[in-house]
């Protein structure tokens, strides 16, 4: 295999994170944004003030897009390194993909548990701290995605 193939080859991986991310992404804060609106509909429907920190919840989902951009730039740079591109594009390439499933599927997860929270807080006003350390705990699954999985590919 050519050295061309071998370096485009590992930053197919950091390409894969971060497509497979944003997707997880897309899809949470989908998820969020449409309850928010609902929830916001009700209250309006109802004359009450509609809580603008949805857009909390909504926004959470976003990081693990983020997250993904750092990863791709790790793998860049290895890439860009001939001793690691000519060994190690192989896990590179899967841990991209696996690495970008895994925070797009705490993005998608965020992003249900951000819906269930942004109609809660409409309705009662409250929780909203439970909510968030919620959102945080799934966030932690990408956070730990993007740490471990530098293994697969660091010299």
């Known amino acids: 295999m050519d ?22 992404s897309s899809i949470g804060t989908g998820l969020a944004g449409a309850s928010a609106i609902g929830a916001w509909k009700k209250c309006f429907a109802q004359s009450k003030a509609a809580p603008f920190i949805l857009i909390t919840f909504i926004g959470a989902p ?7 951009m750092i990863l791709m730039g790790w793998m860049v740079e290895a890439a860009n390194n001939p001793e690691l591109a000519t060994t190690g594009w192989g896990p590179m390439l899967i841990g991209g993909i696996c690495g970008g499933m895994g925070m797009g599927a705490s993005a998608w997860f965020q992003g249900k548990a951000g819906a269930a929270a942004a109609d809660a807080l409409a309705e009662t006003g409250q929780g909203f701290g439970n909510y968030l350390m919620t959102i945080g705990i799934i966030e932690t699954v990408a956070l730990f ?5 530098r293994g697969t590919f660091a010299a």
Do not use: E, P, R
């Open 3 to 24: 050295a061309n193939t071998i370096i485009t080859l590992s930053k197919a991986g950091g390409a894969a994170a971060l497509g497979l991310a944003a997707v997880g």
């Open 62 to 68: 976003l990081s693990q897009t983020i997250y993904a």
């Open 145 to 149: 995605v993007l740490v471990f999985i």
